[in-house]
């Protein structure tokens, strides 16, 4: 048996909606969707200069016969939404996505919506701080914050949510407060001195991290994974706190011994990631916006990963969002960088064809089926 999963169907573990009309991005618009960058000097003159984005181009001249850009983007501005993105999401046979719709969402497609236009079914991922955000500003006591952030919580459990997630680490970093009661009423009572009525955005303090830990057990109760960012990602990160082993008391820790965490993105810290894997049944990781952005160390980040966690710990994602071209882009590296990453452990005698094959599959869908609980897909 020749060893191949270009056909092998990927669950995206890690992603987020369409813009509503994106068949009519610009330049800045659509080079926007593949940085994380918003220096326009970076989006202008750099961009054409880096290695993912021509890549990038190379291979939609494999699909559209065209090199140009702007010819390219002009093409796609008279296409159908629809019928652009099944096209590209069939190219690499993604088969369902868990999207996030904490980011952009007043002008993305909701998931009815994405459902719809892409002819795929979708799953629910809940971000967190914007949950906390509305109890903290509801409540006028920390019990009637935990009580409504709960019963938030416990109300999108019907929204076909499978998983949660936490963007901690932009908001102050990974090592977590272990704030007492008493610390986080505390800490309540002067936030509710300090900020505006109607809008707050919540950053690392006592009564931030106090729901957030509460959240983590309740995730056990609810059966969903919480996701959690980590490494590269926001301008405004500080990549030094996004280190996910700062996450370790945690993981040791009884209190979350039966929370899933999935750590996202992870580059530049994948071998801590993995070795985080290898340590804990409950911690997995992905690569998402890692394997697009610095897309030629695909290989090298694979091999990273599964040089030291079991393979039954990693995910794919491809942390696409905005236009079809990135998830698709996402999707095509995890191929790539994972048939050069089994080919090279195959010539170096550590696994059969076989082998090989059935770890493809489980990184690419066989261990989001089973840890996000996706019955019903095969
Ligand atoms: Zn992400």
């Known amino acids: 048996m020749a060893f191949d999963i270009s056909k092998a169907v ?139 952030f709960q019963n938030k919580l416990k109300e999108t459990r019907g929204q076909k949510l499978v998983s949660l997630k936490t963007i901690c680490g932009y908001r102050g970093g990974l090592q977590i407060l272990r704030p007492s009661k008493d610390e986080a009423h505390r800490d309540f009572l002067r936030l509710k001195e300090e900020f505006e009525e109607t809008y707050l955005r919540i950053e690392k303090r006592p009564v931030y991290h106090y729901l957030l830990l509460q959240a983590f057990e309740l995730a056990a109760e609810l059966n969903v994974p919480v996701q959690i960012h980590c490494g590269i990602g926001d ?48 911690v997995y990781m992905d690569l998402s916006l890692s394997i697009s952005l610095s897309s030629a160390r695909g290989t090298n980040m694979i091999s990273d990963a599964l040089a030291i966690a079991p393979s039954s710990k990693l995910l794919a994602g491809t942390d696409g969002h905005s236009c079809p071209e990135s998830h698709w882009y996402g999707a095509l590296c995890w191929k790539r960088g994972l048939t050069g990453s089994l080919f090279n452990m195959i010539n170096a005698g550590l696994l059969t064809q076989r082998e090989a094959e059935e770890t493809g599959e489980l990184v690419l869908h066989g261990n989001a089926i089973r840890l996000y609980r996706l019955e019903g897909l095969a």
């Not at 904490?102 to 809940?126: M, P």
């Not at 405004?236 to 040791?252: G, V, Y």
Request: hydrophobic fraction near 40%.
């Open 235 to 282: 301008d405004d990160a500080d990549l030094i706190e996004c280190n996910p082993a700062l996450m370790q008391p945690l993981f040791r820790s009884q209190r979350f011994a039966k929370t899933h965490f999935v750590l996202l993105h992870c580059f530049p810290y994948v071998r801590e990631a993995g070795f985080l894997c290898s340590l804990y049944s409950n």
């Open 10 to 148: 990927i669950i995206d573990n890690h992603a987020h909606s369409l813009l509503r009309n994106f068949c009519e991005m610009d330049e800045i618009a659509f080079r926007q969707c593949f940085t994380e960058s918003r220096s326009m000097s970076i989006l202008q003159e750099h961009m054409r200069h880096s290695i993912h984005y021509t890549d990038l181009l190379d291979h939609l001249e494999r699909i559209f016969n065209t090199r140009d850009e702007a010819a390219f983007l002009e093409f796609r501005a008279q296409q159908k939404e629809s019928q652009f993105a099944q096209m590209l999401w069939d190219d690499v046979s993604i088969g369902a996505l868990i999207i996030d719709d904490g980011f952009q969402n007043d002008k993305a497609y909701n998931l009815d919506e994405l459902a719809s236009i892409s002819g795929r079914t979708i799953y629910h991922c809940k971000r967190l701080e914007g949950l906390i955000e509305e109890s903290l500003i509801a409540a006028s006591s920390l019990s009637e914050a935990e009580t409504l």
